[in-house]
Structures are given as structure tokens and as C-alpha cells.
């Protein structure tokens, strides 16, 4: 097996991160990773706020847990409820992913990006995790604030997150895969 799909299959999500930040170069390295995605009619209808801020993290995950703690959803509610509760699994570093909202295919367009850089992150020997559960905070009314300090432009929606970091736990067999899904048509 080669090297990229031997990286392909050992990603996993990480929930679980040492107290160690991501070095500078393997940052700058991941966004070139995620400026090579491909977008439809390449658009590159992207903005990346790269967030090494555990302060401004943390403000996210409060008000996601206050509002989750308010939904009549009861796994919300069940989730606010954990005290570690952390939207951003506790990583040091996380890069949050914005599209145009006018780009029609914007969503695939930054879920490649987002995907682009969790497999170079684990060829990096870095763990991440995809992240969409941090949003309400930034979508709801009172988030204006939160856009600002994560430089959002005008007119670009929050739509992925990924947390980076070392890893701090072994997460174990890959949840299994459904492969009736497969059809071949010859
Ligand atoms: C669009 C998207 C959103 C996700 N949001 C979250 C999230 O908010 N929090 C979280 O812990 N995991 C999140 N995940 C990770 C999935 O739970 C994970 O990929 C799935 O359980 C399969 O596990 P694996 O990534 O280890 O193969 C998300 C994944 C995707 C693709």
C-alpha cells in the first residue's frame, strides 16, 4: 500500500489533544494543502480564520453550551450538560472554515479543503477533527461579535471547523462502514 493511502485509511477523528501547540511551518504547510482543493469552475469561494486562541475558543464553546443547554433537542441538552463540554474537543489549534454565500457550490468546495488538510495533518503525525457542532454561537443573533473577532468577511458563512493538535488518546478501530452502498455498473 502507498504512503497516501496508507494516510488516507489511519485518519481518525481526535477528541483528545496534549497541551502542545501546532508548530508554525505545519500550519502554513496544512492551509497550502487546503488552497490546493479543488472548487467547482475553481471559484476558491473560501476564507480560513486560523484560530490559535484557546480564549476566543472557549467563548465559542460557552455560548454554544448555553444555547444547546436551551434546546428542546434532549441530545443537545444531554451534551451541554457533560462539564467537559468543548465544541472544539479541546485542541489548541483550530481552523474554521468559511464560504461565499453566493458560490453555489461553496459547501463541497470548503469540505475539500477541510478534508484536504485532516489528511496532511495525519501525514504530519497531528490529529484533527472535523467540526460543524460549534456554529449556533456564530449564527445566532448575539454572534456578530464572534464573526468579527474571527475576521469573517461580509457576505462568507462559518460552515466547517477542523481542531488540530497532538494527540492524546488512542481512538481506536474506525467506526465500521456500511459497503452495500457500493453499486458496480459494468
Ligand atoms: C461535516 C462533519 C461534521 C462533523 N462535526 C463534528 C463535530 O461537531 N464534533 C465532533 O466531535 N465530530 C464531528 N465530526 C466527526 C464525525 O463524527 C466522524 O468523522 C465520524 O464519526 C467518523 O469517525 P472517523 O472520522 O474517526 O472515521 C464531523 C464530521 C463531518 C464530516
Do not use: H
Not at 477523528?13 to 505545519?26: I, M, W
Not at 469561494?45 to 444555547?67: C, E, G, H
Not at 464560504?99 to 484536504?116: I, T, Y
Amino acid at each position: 500500500m502507498n504512503e497516501t493511502i496508507k494516510t488516507i485509511l489511519a485518519r481518525r477523528s481526535v477528541r483528545a489533544y496534549k497541551d502542545k501547540p501546532v508548530e508554525a511551518d505545519k500550519i502554513d504547510l496544512l492551509l497550502e494543502c487546503a488552497l490546493a482543493a479543488p472548487t467547482g469552475r475553481n471559484v476558491q469561494p473560501w476564507f480560513f480564520s486560523v484560530v490559535n486562541s484557546r480564549d476566543l475558543l472557549n467563548r465559542i464553546s460557552a455560548a454554544n453550551k448555553q444555547i444547546m443547554s436551551e434546546s428542546a433537542d434532549p441530545m443537545a441538552k444531554q451534551a451541554a450538560s457533560d462539564p467537559n463540554f468543548d465544541s472544539f474537543r479541546g485542541a489548541p489549534l483550530v481552523i474554521i472554515v468559511s464560504g461565499r454565500r453566493d458560490a453555489s457550490m461553496a459547501a463541497a468546495d470548503c469540505a475539500n479543503a477541510v478534508e484536504n488538510m485532516a489528511i496532511a495533518a495525519c501525514s504530519l503525525g497531528l490529529g484533527t477533527c472535523y467540526l460543524a457542532g460549534f456554529k449556533p454561537a456564530l449564527l445566532a443573533p448575539g454572534g456578530k461579535a464572534l464573526l468579527k473577532e474571527l475576521q469573517i468577511p461580509e457576505g462568507y458563512d462559518p460552515l466547517y471547523g477542523l481542531a488540530i493538535g497532538y494527540t492524546n488518546e488512542d481512538p481506536g478501530e474506525r467506526p465500521a462502514r456500511d459497503r452495500t452502498v457500493i453499486a458496480k455498473i459494468n
